[in-house]
């Protein structure tokens, strides 16, 4: 358990990155693979995923994302 919890810590970290240099798809490939786990990490990954979308202007899918 721990060791899968480091894990995807490590993942959102990463993840994070890349939303912050700009690469969303790098970044929506991490949080898509996140996006399940439930804890804070599986929720803020769905943040994220709506945020690129937000961003991408796909208001849909955004909104989707939100409530998925």
Request: proline share 0%; hydrophobic share 30%.
């Amino acid at each position: 358990k721990a060791n899968e919890d480091l894990r995807q810590e490590a993942r959102l970290i990463i993840a994070r990155s890349y939303f912050k240099r700009g690469e969303e798809k790098q970044a929506m490939e991490e949080f898509n693979r996140l996006r399940k786990v439930n804890s804070e990490i599986g929720a803020e990954s769905r943040y994220f995923i709506a945020q690129i979308h937000h961003n991408s202007g796909d208001y849909k899918k955004c909104e989707k994302a939100v409530f998925d």
